[in-house]
Nanobody
Framework: QVQLVESGGGLVQPGGSLRLSCTAS????????AGWYRQAPGKERELVAR????????MYADSVKGRFTISRDNAKNTVNLQMNSLKPEDTAVYYC?????????WGQGTQVTVSS
């Protein structure tokens, strides 16, 4: 059974940090690209960060560059998102995703709220 399970969300004050983790099971995670997306209320889901299988190259949305860092540990089947200098506009449900054509798997999402 394919699963992606996110953890690490919560409430944080502006300027604070959170670390999201996603654990994969039921497929060969190391052979998949992985990424984090987010969806704020009333907005479309958007790509936050992506890490490519094997070579480990990364890409980020302009809005999070310099603040967020994506990483993966293929031995543990995990992909992580370190979020620093958080802003209220980062508030959203964050989703983990793994893909390798034609497959695409999603986690259930974890809420991140940035508020004082």
């Amino acid at each position: 059974q394919v699963q992606l399970v996110e953890s690490g969300g919560g409430l944080v004050q502006p300027g604070g940090s959170l670390r999201l983790s996603c654990t994969a099971s039921g497929f060969t995670f190391s052979s998949y690209n992985a990424g984090w997306y987010r969806q704020a209320p009333g907005k479309e889901r958007e790509l936050v960060a992506r890490i490519i299988r094997l070579v480990g190259s990364t890409m980020y949305a302009d809005s999070v560059k310099g603040r967020f860092t994506i990483s993966r540990d293929n031995a543990k089947n995990t992909v992580n998102l370190q979020m620093n200098s958080l802003k209220p506009e980062d508030t959203a449900v964050y989703y983990c995703m793994a893909d390798r054509s034609p497959n695409q798997y999603w986690g259930q999402g974890t809420q991140v709220t940035v508020s004082s």
